[in-house]
């Protein structure tokens, strides 16, 4: 795994040819075209990860979402990005065998049960050339790995039809994500509407994940317990759409945390 080191432009993995992503320049932002001349940006960003979980955080509209789009190539007709995002030191079209984001809407069809929604994306996601047999191990395998395994033919519920708790929900939608074995995991409150065994649950499944397959995981997260905060090896704090701490978990100053009024612990 990238270790990280600081240096003056911020963040980056001493070099072990490991998977990441970078941010360069210090124009990294989104120009919003519905406010003529308006530019906005973030300023003197530099990041650069590899191989772990990073938490983006910070009070709500500071960014976090539109960070992820912005990253992924997925923002709005009407925006713009500036500056460079870079993948593994290069500038490359990010296709979804190597990038997987799950966005915070949740897709699910209800009536369907665990198992159909995981074969059926895995039907749709994995390449043609695949043996059908091949492509049920990985989701079998997919849905074991997220711990879903005791609840394969349950049905996903919704609207009067009983079925999953939001926690199992929230784990499908990632397994959905995880069946290409991306290098790059894009997870868009991955927790809300959990209670912290389930957030600390379906973050340490992801932070397992991540290890065995040597994924980069950005999560935009909002109030994680303790617990589930000391599973992130990087925060990224935004506020008013401009990045003000990038660095280890462990070194986050507390006192701008407490400022924003983010309630973590102390570690
Ligand atoms: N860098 C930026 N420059 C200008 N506008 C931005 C920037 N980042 C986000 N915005 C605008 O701010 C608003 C909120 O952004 P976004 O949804 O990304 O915030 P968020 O932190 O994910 O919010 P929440 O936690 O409530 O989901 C959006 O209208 C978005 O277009």
């Known amino acids: 795994m990238g270790s990280l080191v600081h240096n003056n432009n911020g963040i980056r993995p001493e070099p072990d040819g490991g998977w990441g992503i970078e941010i360069v320049n210090s124009e990294a932002g989104v120009v919003d075209k519905r406010r003529s001349g308006a530019y906005l940006t973030w300023e003197d960003v530099g990041v650069a990860v590899s191989r772990e979980i990073v938490a983006i955080m910070g009070p709500s509209g500071?960014?976090?979402?539109?960070?992820?789009?912005s990253l992924a190539g997925r923002l709005a007709s009407n925006t713009r990005r500036t500056g460079r995002v870079l993948t593994n030191g290069r500038k490359q079209r990010l296709t979804n065998r190597t990038l997987a984001y799950m966005t915070q809407e949740q897709v699910l069809t209800w009536t369907l049960t665990v198992k159909e929604t995981v074969y059926y994306s895995a039907e749709l996601q994995l390449p043609k050339c695949m043996p059908r047999s091949m492509k049920r191990e990985r989701a079998d395998r997919t849905i074991r790995e997220m711990g879903l395994q005791d609840s394969m033919n349950?049905?996903?519920?919704?609207?009067?039809?009983?079925?999953?708790?939001?926690g199992q929900k929230r784990r499908v939608s990632i397994c959905l994500e995880l069946l290409t074995r991306p290098k790059l995991l894009f997870l868009d409150e991955p927790t809300?509407?959990?209670?912290s065994a389930a957030s600390y649950h379906v973050t340490s499944q992801i932070?397992?994940?991540?290890k065995q397959y040597g994924m980069t995981v950005l999560a935009a997260i909002h109030q994680p317990s303790s617990q589930v905060f000391g599973l992130f090896n990087s925060l990224c704090l935004l506020s008013l759409w401009k990045t003000i701490y990038f660095g280890p978990t462990c070194a986050a100053n507390q006192v701008?945390?407490?400022?924003?009024e983010l309630d973590i612990p102390k570690l």
């Open 207 to 210: 932070d397992k994940l991540t």
């Open 62 to 69: 500071c960014g976090k979402s539109t960070l992820l789009d």
């Open 256 to 260: 701008i945390l407490m400022s924003l």
């Open 154 to 166: 349950t049905r996903i519920g919704g609207w009067g039809v009983k079925g999953l708790s939001g």
């Open 192 to 195: 809300s509407g959990l209670d």
